[in-house]
């Protein structure tokens, strides 16, 4: 496949579905796997960027005492079982191995939906005092669920996540635990992919099976939907009773513990992509950018090329050193097509060196959003590009977060709720809802619209519920969803 | 399970192979998971030593040019059956997915046992052009074989590794590509994990099955066997045909790539335990070591405790700001509990600090392999440790070094062959073979030692075959092997 022919990313005006495969092909992130129903590779580029951010959110987990540990990928199908309301959440999307070396095997095993049985059954036998707890566990590792609808990162049979699993001594430490990974996904979300999000509650319909309370952040993407982006889950003793993990406590009693399980996976490059990127492709906050500076040598007719080549290197070299991310693209091709591949690729800066601007002792400059190249001297060129990055990082944030504002509003009719989410459209709206599952079954039926959080951070505003008028304490966040 | 009633290990001498199972118990690095067959759950101090080989491994890649990327988890059944060789030496090990969101599959998928089969599938894909080539592609991932015999590290039906898999324009690049990882590998051996290993060439009946060439690197094991510890694989065009991977060459001709392969695994860490520990517990190189220094507070009756714990806490920091990672373990245990522990968990050096040290400005160290503990005065205390670490992972290497050379011998005869690997025993032997596999196949038979590699590094010498006096260039290593 040529790069060339189908190098036309759609307009977000004119087919946002499309504009946003076309981002993610012509970023070279990923691409479908069809051969495996709704599982996707993940191409270098892709790759690169969740590498950069797994090593920053495992630093945050170590920060905060947690360890990684690895459990096994088939859990036995009778685990799934044990507790009630999960085995109702995840068994319609399960994978299952039935035989293995050649033989039918007794019991199937099922490739994990995710690893709350696995982990309560090793809990079960690695606690046995209050000594032991808290147990604060990690996991990087790939899940299975089989989705009938899936879209590249965003939801794909197969993905890439992390799954804290705890275990506590009292529900108070589980929840300041679960409150505690949430604020880091909200930190994370917000200084480092530069997408703001909030925080807030899952009603008691949007919880994940098994847990007495559900937490997310949630993030407002380009076409005024919100991307549940993280999850922090408040267990409760569901599966301490369902796998029977017990401690003695300080009187020498026998309880069960309390824990907590949270989550963020490769959905977050969806999110990233679609907070920040735009029509001429991948926009990247620089902190999760493989490539910070494209450097492209330019060369002209007679020029000495050794010459160019070895100005791009030092570059490169001097911004390696300072832990700036800089690739010298010295590849047979012309300068504007390299130009329309790192621009579409989303580094944030490139980088021109010619002969003229050699003997100028200067570089020419265009960064990703600007339309217009820059002369900068090469005078403490590196702490001219640092400042710049910065400065970019910061901006992305503040553009998000202006769109956000300028896409959410206070409503309080429902005529006028249904007109905001009629047809495709989608907002941030906070209105008030009675607290009723079948208020809430209603809405949604009838716009498509979701409570996507109950905030945290929303000052208490008495009011009544637009549809039953019954008094209510606060607004909700409701919009249409990923 | 209380730790201390089980806490005994096990000699080497009474029992190699418990002792090896106790080793890894009390170093608390993993468990099986009797609920998945053959399977393991790596605890956190096993899976802290993962990631340090990950991170030491992963730039060696990349400094090489080799890039991350994910492939899928499941393969069509279909796939595997394209590469001949491939389906009959994988086939008996698959697991076997026949069923997903409730429904029987048309197609089966197995679990990845390897890679080959799917990335080749890409790789036709992604290559189009010389100027694609060479494609430098490195997964870290799961993988299934379902073996009959299983043991923590070394084989286990999933375990953790990398498997990079490249495209060459021509066979010589790939040639070059399979000894330039061979290399890595052995340097990370022996610079990483302070083992010592033999590069080598395997023989045709131990070749990955599709590859035109294997070459390992091999360890030798504290009771003389052979660890086969990396693998790197010359697939000529193999893959390359079976999945129709072609190129256009500058001549704009047609051609297939050509191929190579190459992995290390969670097994690495099984030949870590068995270079270096001792019936004491984990013995660990400095640079792999999740904690290098056990820093243990000394309460004395009527002793300050927040100072010496603030002087332990001070130690610890300064320490870290050296890149030296230490713990300050403060929990309620009687000292010896702790110097007990740390030593089973292979910590390199331990420092104590009571009231005593405090008013001599000093602190008691003792190395894991001491008998002594020694005063160090705290005048640049981390210069001397950092130093004390260095000497401690050259002495480990020289260590491993020196006992392999003393079990490894040259042997020309086939009695005195039969002599040295009768019963349980093995070595490390250099004799001559006449290349053939029938000769192979009879010396395993009769003595269940193999021929390891044809070393690379060994000078030729010329000699007879033991068994068929054939005339031969240079002697290969024969041992008993995991």
Wanted: hydrophobic residues 35%; proline residues 5%.
């Amino acid at each position: 496949m040529s790069q060339q022919s189908a190098s036309r990313i759609t307009p977000r005006a004119e087919d946002y579905s499309r504009w946003y495969l076309d981002v993610i092909r012509q970023g070279d992130l990923a691409e479908p796997a069809e051969v495996v129903k709704g599982a996707m590779v993940i191409k270098p580029h892709g790759f690169a960027i969740w590498e950069k951010i797994q090593r920053a959110l495992d630093d945050m987990f170590k920060e905060t005492g947690h360890q990684n540990a690895y459990f096994p990928l088939l859990i036995p199908e009778s685990f799934i079982k044990k507790e009630a309301e999960h085995v109702d959440g995840f068994s319609p999307e399960l994978a299952v191995v039935t035989h293995a070396g050649g033989k039918e095997l007794e019991e199937p095993y099922v490739i994990r939906p995710t690893s709350e049985t696995i982990i309560g059954h090793f809990f079960q036998r690695w606690i046995e005092s209050y000594r032991d707890l808290p147990l604060l566990i990690n996991q990087w590792a790939n899940v299975m669920r089989w989705e009938l609808r899936t879209r590249m990162f965003l939801r794909t049979s197969e993905f890439l996540w992390q799954e804290g699993h705890t275990a506590h001594a009292n529900h108070a430490e589980a929840k300041e635990e679960v409150q505690r990974m949430l604020r880091i996904y909200a930190r994370f979300a917000e200084e480092w992919m530069a997408m703001p999000v909030i925080c807030g509650e899952k009603t008691a319909s949007e919880r994940f099976a098994g847990a007495l309370e559900t937490y997310s952040i949630e993030a407002m993407m380009q076409d005024g939907k919100a991307l549940q982006a993280g999850t922090s889950h408040d267990l409760g003793q569901n599966f301490g009773k369902a796998f029977d993990v017990t401690f003695q406590n300080e009187k020498g009693e026998s309880e069960h513990v309390w824990q907590t399980s949270w989550g963020v996976s490769t959905r977050l490059i969806g999110g990233l992509i679609m907070t920040h990127s735009d029509d001429n492709g991948l926009v990247l906050p620089p902190k999760l950018a493989p490539v910070q500076v494209a450097i492209i040598p330019i060369l002209a007719k007679n020029c000495d090329e050794n010459q160019i080549f070895s100005a791009c290197d030092k570059i490169q070299e001097e911004l390696k050193a300072e832990g700036i991310s800089a690739v010298c693209d010295k590849r047979d091709y012309k300068p504007g097509y390299k130009y329309h591949e790192w621009e579409q690729k989303g580094a944030p800066m490139r980088i021109e060196i010619g002969p003229r601007d050699l003997e100028k002792n200067q570089v020419m400059m265009k960064g990703r959003l600007e339309q217009e190249k820059t002369p900068l001297s090469m005078d403490n060129l590196r702490g001219k590009i640092q400042a710049y990055l910065d400065k970019y990082q910061t901006m992305l944030f503040e553009r998000a977060k202006t769109r956000r504002e300028e896409s959410t509003i206070n409503i309080d009719t429902y005529d006028e709720f249904k007109n905001v989410f009629a047809g495709q459209n989608s907002r941030f709206v906070y209105a008030h809802w009675d607290g009723s599952a079948e208020t809430e079954a209603k809405i949604k039926e009838e716009t498509k619209a979701t409570i996507r959080c109950i905030p945290l951070d929303q000052p208490e505003e008495p009011g009544h519920c637009m549809i039953s008028g019954a008094p209510t304490k606060k607004r909700v966040l409701f919009a249409k969803s990923y």
